[in-house]
């Protein structure tokens, strides 16, 4: 790889962080208020590809380990990812991780939007996963179960995600003919 090509993919991957961060800063007021992090995240995952957006999540969690306000509600440090909602940013890694996957297995077929929609519903699931196992870290005197937790606490989340990941695939298509990821 030519050094001026490394240079722009770092400058994509650094760009790609503060979308993220963009998004986790803007917050829809509703009974649980809901940040555009999935958002970026899927967005992410269709316009750069699953390696550059785990690169660019890699950089946005640095960047809030060391102090910056970059998640949701302008939070910052380790105490965030080791919080109550803590397993929810990891959980995005989880999400690429499961569409790394998916991308591998399905090749050229991952635009197909059948496969692009049931990797992405698995990605959030993982996400999710890894949120709930967050949140049941606090909760331990709770005698609700994985699958419990799991409803209870992403049921509020599911539809509003399920319109970003659509959202997100439909800004990618828009985009896609005009900027190069």
Same mark, same amino acid.
């Given at each position: 790889?030519?050094? +001026?090509?490394?240079?722009?993919?770092?400058?994509?991957?650094?760009?790609?962080?503060?979308?993220?961060?963009?998004?986790?800063?803007?917050?829809?007021?509703? %009974?649980?208020?809901?940040?555009?992090? =999935? #958002?970026?995240? $899927? $967005?992410?995952?269709? #316009?750069?590809?699953?390696?550059?957006?785990?690169? /660019?999540?890699?950089?946005? =969690?640095?960047?809030?380990?060391?102090?910056?306000?970059? $998640?949701?509600?302008?939070?910052?440090?380790?105490?965030?990812?080791?919080?109550?909602?803590?397993?929810?940013?990891?959980?995005? #890694?989880? %999400?690429? @991780?499961?569409?790394?996957?998916?991308?591998?297995?399905?090749?050229?077929?991952?635009?197909?939007?059948?496969?692009?929609?049931?990797?992405? #519903?698995?990605?959030?699931? %993982?996400?999710?996963?890894?949120?709930?196992?967050?949140?049941?870290?606090?909760?331990?005197?709770?005698?609700?179960?994985? $699958? /419990?937790?799991?409803? =209870?606490?992403?049921?509020?989340?599911?539809?509003?995600?399920? @319109?970003?990941?659509?959202? +997100?695939?439909?800004?990618?298509?828009?985009?896609?003919?005009?900027?190069? /990821?």
């Amino acid at each position: 790889m030519k050094k +001026a090509d490394k240079i722009r993919n770092i400058t994509r991957i650094a760009l790609y962080s503060v979308l993220l961060v963009i998004c986790s800063w803007i917050s829809v007021p509703f %009974a649980v208020p809901i940040t555009l992090q =999935t #958002f970026a995240v $899927f $967005f992410l995952l269709y #316009f750069a590809g699953a390696k550059k957006t785990l690169a /660019a999540l890699t950089l946005y =969690t640095i960047l809030g380990i060391i102090g910056l306000p970059v $998640f949701s509600g302008f939070g910052n440090g380790l105490s965030v990812l080791l919080g109550t909602t803590g397993g929810y940013v990891l959980g995005f #890694f989880a %999400a690429g @991780a499961v569409y790394v996957a998916a991308e591998s297995i399905f090749k050229e077929n991952i635009n197909n939007p059948c496969v692009k929609y049931i990797a992405s #519903f698995l990605a959030l699931f %993982a996400c999710y996963s890894l949120g709930v196992l967050g949140i049941m870290r606090y909760a331990s005197g709770s005698e609700l179960g994985f $699958f /419990a937790t799991l409803g =209870t606490t992403t049921a509020a989340y599911l539809l509003p995600d399920i @319109a970003k990941i659509i959202c +997100a695939d439909i800004l990618n298509r828009c985009l896609r003919n005009h900027i190069k /990821a």
